[in-house]
């Protein structure tokens, strides 16, 4: 007896679905390219990028999977623009305060301010992890996911990332 039930095969994405994904996830790839480059533009760029490559490319997406493809394609980029010969890096002076809401006092603007910049200046493996698992809230497998690395070298980034921030909080060095 067959089975009646056709199993579809995996498509590429359509029009509707990247338009889909877009307003699900455009915010989320937005924010990481932001924190990662400290730049709106640049991070706006990458963003707009990250969905041309996905309507040029036409991946087959795995269903739950899409978020993880949007914020590999956006670190990729990231890592690209950062790599490139004309960017220069620029910390201090950066638009990163707007990620704080305006309603916190000096002192815990000053605290999240120290933080941000010890964050951003984490080497890139660290900071990768950072920004998927604090402020994508991803879990450590997902982060693992995205960045193709072990659920173990996840974990160990974390750890060797906090060690760092908390000396640099602490004034036990000047970059983490």
Known sequence: ???????????????????????????????????YLGNREQAEDITQDVFIRLMENRPVLIPGSEKSWLLKVALNRCRDYWRSSWHKRVLLGSKKLDLIPADDNIDQRLEKEALLQAVNALPAPEKEVFLLFYYQNL????????????????????SRGRQKLKQFLDGGEDQP
């Open 1 to 35: 007896m067959s089975d009646s039930r056709q199993t579809q095969a995996p498509q590429p994405v359509s029009d509707e679905q990247i338009e889909q994904l877009y307003r699900d996830y455009g915010n989320d790839v937005l924010r990481v390219s932001y924190f």
């Open 139 to 158: 879990s450590t497998q997902e982060t693992a996911q995205v960045l193709g690395t072990p659920e173990g070298t996840v974990s160990s980034r974390l």
